[in-house]
């Protein structure tokens, strides 16, 4: 069975230091990859998705980068986190668009 | 883009049934999505409809799609305290994305 592994579950990290949250999927092969943020408690942003080892698509110019190094991993970073970065972040899974996403347990992420 | 809208608040009464709205403006979707977020959580999915349906029927719950409208309701039968959560239309976009609502969150009264 398919299932979508995130960590760390919450972060609290210092303005300016880096950040590196990683995703992966197990159970399938190709998947399209996606991280969203989700923002006091509500809407959803698309920050980045993926359909393959090394394509990023960024949907938001901002303070963020994505990865995918390999198949069934996605990683989001930044080289200094500024305080408008924290959130919760959501990664998600999908093989089609009609099949729906399959998400994450999400990364809560505070600046202080 | 797409522009998916949703009411923010409902509240019910336990055994009483919930509706939550949906409006979206992409016509060409084929598949609409309802998901559900409990607090501190991933979003998980609750049901899709085709677009060529009007309605889709799972236990509790039942989607009706009216496509002239661009509307899209959930509504679930005999409400819950566990029912008590966000819930997200989303609507697929370029065949790789979802556009989702704001969602709606649901309060129980018991």
């Known amino acids: 069975s398919q299932t979508i592994h995130q960590w760390p579950a919450t972060l609290v990290q210092p303005v300016g230091s880096p950040l590196s949250l990683e995703c992966t999927v197990e159970g399938t092969s190709n998947p399209n990859l996606y991280w969203y943020r989700q923002a006091a408690g509500r809407g959803l942003q698309l920050l980045f998705y993926s359909v393959g080892i090394g394509q990023i698509s960024s949907e938001v110019p901002q303070n963020l980068s994505a990865s995918r190094p390999q198949d069934r991993q996605f990683i989001l970073s930044s080289k200094k986190l500024l305080l408008s970065d924290s959130g919760f972040y959501l990664c998600?899974?999908?093989?089609?668009?009609?099949?729906?996403?399959?998400f994450g347990s999400g990364t809560r992420l505070t600046v202080v | 883009g797409e522009d998916v809208e949703q009411s923010l608040f409902l509240s019910v009464r336990e055994g009483d049934s919930s509706v939550i709205n949906c409006t979206y403006t992409?016509?060409?979707?084929?598949?609409l999505y309802w998901y559900k977020q409990e607090p501190g959580a991933g979003l998980q999915l609750l049901t899709y409809?085709?677009?060529?349906?009007d309605m889709k029927q799972d236990q509790r719950l039942t989607v009706l799609l009216n496509k002239k409208d661009k509307h899209l309701s959930l509504r679930i039968a005999d409400t819950q305290t566990g029912d008590s959560a966000i819930y997200f239309c989303?609507?697929?976009?370029?065949?790789?994305?979802?556009?989702f609502g704001t969602g709606t969150s649901l309060t129980v009264i018991p």
């Open positions: 409809i085709f677009s060529n349906m």
């Open positions: 998600a899974w999908s093989v089609l668009a009609v099949g729906g996403y399959t």
């Open positions: 989303a609507v697929p976009h370029s065949g790789n994305q979802f556009y």
């Open positions: 992409d016509s060409s979707s084929t598949y």
